[in-house]
């Protein structure tokens, strides 16, 4: 086992890399959404980024204010102009542009997280807590405005959740290939949004089977390899059926994809070249 977590690792490194900036912009739209959200309903944040304020003289942040509060992405160039009528896929596309694909503070989003990297699975389960508490308040609002903030942030973790398990299934694929030959079958998906695009997710049932090999057992050794990015996908799946919508996808413990039929495009097998 040892052998097959040293030869993956290299490649989970460079994937993580790659990826990040796709999911990376969608966690900094959710927050951001979740941010005004916490405005909104409180009149000034209390769950989300509250300490983005101190030392302004004012009730709450702008978003390039919020960006510098939370961001560490190495060398960003400031967001000039008005973001407030663009749709979610927009904004991520404005910050992928202007270089926010970096890694961010996770205890300047909910402050009772550690700045430590594997709080991160600490981070989505607490940031869940405030978003059902803020759904609740939102049912209270006559602001049309609520109801979108609220919108916006359920679409960007959908977003996030899907490139996460994109992450993941191809971090497998590439991992059953080089540690067990295996050929994997795959189903093509779409994303919540056009920005997330159709991709490509390995079929874990029709891979085992197509490979005669017990899936479940060689999926938990994969689990094993990857860690608390398994947990996140879970915590994710878990804060959308809290907040009331359970159509996304998610890799079961039997190796199954459990996922709304209008994400599943077609099937087909990748070739072990």
Known sequence: MRLLVLVFLGYFIS???????????????????????DVAV?????????????NKAKSECNFQEFLNFIDKSPSPKRIAGDISGNSVDELAQTLRDHGYTGKYKPH????SILDEPEQMGALFNRFSDAMEGLQD???NSND???????????TSLKAVMYLREYEYSNGLIEWLNDNWGYVSVVMEMHGPTNGAGKR????????????????TNIHEKYKEVVGINSGIIATLQESLNRLGDETMAMIGDDGSWRLHDTYLVNQAKIKNT
């Not at 409180?42 to 101190?54: L, V």
């Not at 300047?108 to 402050?111: E, F, G, L, Q």
Request: aromatic share 12%.
């Open 137 to 139: 308040k939102a049912k």
């Open 108 to 111: 300047h989003v909910i402050s």
């Open 200 to 215: 490509v997710f390995i079929d874990l049932i029709q891979t085992g089977k197509r490979n005669g090999v017990d899936i």
């Open 42 to 54: 409180h009149g000034k944040p209390r769950q989300i980024a509250e300490r983005c304020t101190r």
């Open 15 to 37: 994937s993580v890399v790659a990826c990040f900036s796709e999911y990376g912009v969608y966690e900094r739209t959710l927050y951001w959404y979740a941010y005004k959200l």
């Open 144 to 154: 049309p405005s609520v109801s979108t903030l609220l919108e916006n942030a359920k």
